[in-house]
Nanobody, 116 residues
Framework: QVQLVESGGGLVQPGGSLRLSCAAS????????MSWYRQAPGKERELVATINNSGRSTTYEDPVKGRFTISRDAAKNTVYLQMNSLKPEDTAVYYC?????????WGQGTQVTVSS
């Protein structure tokens, strides 16, 4: 069955780095656009970054531009989010999403907490 499993979250100090991973299975990974979203307590889920199915095109939302990098490894069916210069306002549950046309799948999320 379709699975998206995020990992790599945790507690980090401001200015630190984390790399999130999202391992995909149960569908043809290379056919899907992949995105990372996040949801902070009391806030709506928001888009963070997107990578197209080939990996050649990426987009980022303004709050993370220049600090976060999305990438994908076709051989491992995995999408990554490298997060640098983390700020307390980056604290949230991070989710990955796979989209192809009207089909979309979500992972269960991984908690990222930025605090001293």
């Amino acid at each position: 069955q379709v699975q998206l499993v995020e990992s790599g979250g945790g507690l980090v100090q401001p200015g630190g780095s984390l790399r999130l991973s999202c391992a995909a299975s149960g569908f043809i990974f290379s056919h899907y656009r992949m995105s990372w979203y996040r949801q902070a307590p009391g806030k709506e889920r928001e888009l963070v970054a997107t990578i197209n199915n080939s990996g050649r095109s990426t987009t980022y939302e303004d709050p993370v531009k220049g600090r976060f990098t999305i990438s994908r490894d076709a051989a491992k069916n995995t999408v990554y989010l490298q997060m640098n210069s983390l700020k307390p306002e980056d604290t949230a549950v991070y989710y990955c999403k796979a989209v192809r046309g009207s089909f979309e799948f979500w992972g269960q999320g991984t908690q990222v907490t930025v605090s001293s």
